[in-house]
């Protein structure tokens, strides 16, 4: 399942993450900036490792599932959601989702078509709540959520913000806005 979405008059390719994506991602890393590392994995980490390049792209497309965008045979973007667990250790119906857009990329929409398609994976799944962690000073990120998911739910947890999406609102929104040809 792969699609196509156009920015700036290129065309980009949305697919499934697959595990021979790991020199991609290394790639992409070294294409962002610090301060995109930074608001990503919270750590001004140099490189990847190769054990945490492979659990990044090595999904089971059920409880951990990655789409990423291509402009050509690069990564540009990526957009991830990793099932959480219960205190008792079975399954949750909550998601953990991040998001990262290469710095050339960023403020085209990209990140937000990811969301999109992530979400709806995730609900048909049987998530019901994405998850995710954002730093105060990552104002794209924090804008981004609120556009995507207006029924966001927002508190500050000692360092970061912890958001809580509930996908069906989420995706009912869109399908009604894309009906009325407005903007999502």
Same mark, same amino acid.
């Given at each position: 399942?792969?699609?196509?979405?156009?920015?700036?008059?290129?065309?980009?390719?949305?697919?499934?993450?697959?595990?021979?994506?790991?020199? &991609? %991602?290394? #790639?992409?890393?070294?294409? !962002?900036?610090? $301060?995109?590392?930074?608001?990503? =994995?919270?750590?001004? @980490?140099?490189?990847?490792?190769?054990?945490?390049?492979?659990?990044?792209?090595?999904?089971?497309?059920?409880?951990?599932?990655?789409?990423?965008?291509?402009?050509?045979?690069?990564?540009?973007?990526?957009?991830?959601?990793?099932?959480?667990?219960?205190?008792?250790?079975?399954?949750?119906?909550?998601?953990?989702?991040?998001?990262?857009?290469?710095?050339?990329?960023?403020?085209?929409?990209?990140?937000? &078509? %990811?969301? #999109?398609?992530?979400?709806? !994976?995730?609900? $048909?799944?049987?998530?019901?709540? =994405?998850?995710?962690? @954002?730093?105060?000073?990552?104002?794209?990120?924090?804008?981004?959520?609120?556009?995507?998911?207006?029924?966001?739910?927002?508190?500050?947890?000692?360092?970061?913000?912890?958001?809580?999406?509930?996908?069906?609102?989420?995706?009912?929104?869109?399908?009604?806005?894309?009906?009325?040809?407005?903007?999502?």
């Amino acid at each position: 399942m792969s699609t196509a979405m156009c920015v700036d008059g290129t065309t980009l390719v949305v697919r499934p993450i697959e595990i021979a994506d790991t020199e &991609r %991602l290394e #790639r992409m890393f070294g294409r !962002l900036s610090r $301060e995109s590392v930074y608001f990503r =994995f919270f750590s001004p @980490i140099r490189e990847l490792s190769p054990t945490t390049l492979q659990r990044l792209a090595g999904v089971d497309h059920s409880r951990r599932d990655a789409l990423v965008a291509l402009d050509g045979d690069e990564i540009v973007a990526v957009a991830r959601y990793d099932a959480g667990s219960d205190v008792d250790g079975t399954a949750a119906r909550n998601a953990e989702i991040a998001l990262t857009v290469e710095d050339a990329w960023q403020h085209h929409g990209i990140g937000r &078509r %990811l969301a #999109r398609e992530l979400t709806a !994976l995730a609900a $048909e799944r049987g998530f019901d709540t =994405f998850v995710a962690r @954002i730093l105060p000073g990552n104002r794209a990120a924090l804008g981004l959520i609120r556009k995507v998911a207006p029924n966001v739910t927002m508190r500050f947890t000692g360092g970061d913000y912890e958001a809580r999406v509930p996908l069906v609102s989420t995706i009912r929104r869109v399908r009604t806005n894309e009906a009325l040809g407005a903007p999502h």
